[in-house]
């Protein structure tokens, strides 16, 4: 590079439509990328009463949008419609988390009458609940699936797992 007293001392001139055409355009694209999704019904609502009945309302709005108007349902929202409502809330996240339930690993499952996910279990001569015998299959980082467990949590009065 040589002695920095021997470079030449001028400043170089160019025209500015030149130089406008070798500057290269950039365009600022900012993409904020994160793992954790938030789903739409735990934006507003951290309980899961709340979510499923909710849910219900919405389902029963959609209905009610199909029926005529001498035809729709009016007072309060019945045990079936809670049901569907918890149903389609879960069948939904399955869909989600297992889409496939052929590749779900080291779990024995099958898809019950309510198109629901259940996991088999050893236990098969016992007279017990269903729901007991063949659980349904839920993901652990599902928001849903924290806002269940806080649920019966506290309907249980805080019960720990500890006998």
Known sequence: MGDAKTWPISEL??????LDC???KI????????DKRETWYSVKFSDYHSIIRMIAWVLRFLSNCRKQLKNRKLK???TSEI???????IGSVQKEYFPEVNNIP???TFIDNEGLIRVKTRITE???DPNFLSPILLT?????TQRLIEYYHKKNCHASLNP
Request: proline content about 0%; overall charge positive; hydrophobic content about 30%.
């Open 22 to 24: 070798e500057r290269r």
């Open 27 to 34: 365009k600022l694209c900012n993409l904020n990328v994160t």
């Open 126 to 128: 016992r007279k017990d």
């Open 83 to 89: 049901e569907k409502a918890k149903n389609t809330l």
């Open 106 to 108: 080291h779990v024995n």
């Open 13 to 18: 001139q160019c025209e500015a439509k030149v």
């Open 76 to 78: 309060e929202l019945s």
């Open 140 to 144: 652990n980082n599902c928001i849903l």
